[in-house]
């Protein structure tokens, strides 16, 4: 009897999901660690992270959490946003703060040298700022040449990495083109047999393994309607109601090829409303 080959769903290097997992891993953590020392100079080889354990087995709470890292003086969050908008912005922005206040609120011993860092890995481009595939950000007075060196952030545009020829790219360079790949064929045809190679083979073993795929696929799902809710808010000028907003999400993750049961405990709508709206595409 034929049995079909199980192919793997393709898992992108800029969702949540992925790049929380992946970081975690000790077999691909260093390969995220490089990018970073060599984009912001900080190595975090000697971090550990902060409230969360290493594998707890809670694909909720192990791909979801924040990423906050502690040398048990310095603080270092690390956000990856797949997509723009004012609101992701501002509140990463307004979590360094808030981060770097919290010490105070909880009894820490006070030294005037600890650091809060704020890496933002930003699947898109700024267009006041298209020059540029890195931005570092301190905080203080321009006019009185006052720089605070306690808070810091670091944005990382990625689509600026998948510009060139992968073979044209330093080795990190490389690494931070792999990130806007949109498929495991485009990332082979250019890898092939080089240091990357691994870091595709265990995308596609995600790519096989259920539990991880109904998170991603969760995340995908969260993201739509976010965006759908904050498009057709910004057009309107009101909250759009739910009900729609679930028929555009079902659309749009149909169109992804998502699969049904995930799309239904995601929206709350029964197998049948979804291919009902399948059929009215």
Known sequence: MKHNKKEPIFVSLVSDTTFKYMFKNEKTRDWFIDIIKDKTGIDLKEY???D???????????????????????????????SYSEAVEIKGRQYLFRKAGN????????????????????????????KYSIIYSWFGSHE???KYDDIKMFEIFLPFFHEKCYDEYSEIDKRLWLFSSKSYEEMRNSV???????????????GMNDNFVDEYDREIVNKKMMNSMRSE?????????????????????????????????ITGLTVEEIRQINNNI
């Open 48 to 50: 550990h992270l902060v």
């Open 52 to 82: 969360n354990e290493m594998n707890t087995g809670n694909f909720l709470k192990d791909y979801r959490s924040d990423l906050v890292l502690s040398n048990n003086k310095d603080c270092v969050i690390i956000e990856m946003n797949s």
């Open 103 to 130: 010490s105070f609120a909880s009894g820490e011993k006070f030294t005037n040298d600890k650091k809060t860092i704020l890496i933002m890995f930003n699947d898109y481009k700024k267009k006041k700022y298209d």
């Open 144 to 146: 009185l040449g006052i």
């Open 192 to 206: 092939k047999n080089d240091s990357n190679l691994y870091i595709i083979e265990e995308l596609e073993r995600l």
């Open 233 to 265: 808010g910004e057009k309107n000028g009101i909250q759009i109601g739910m009900q729609k907003e679930k028929q555009e999400i079902v659309k749009n993750s149909l169109k992804e090829n998502i699969d049904i049961n995930t799309i239904s405990k």
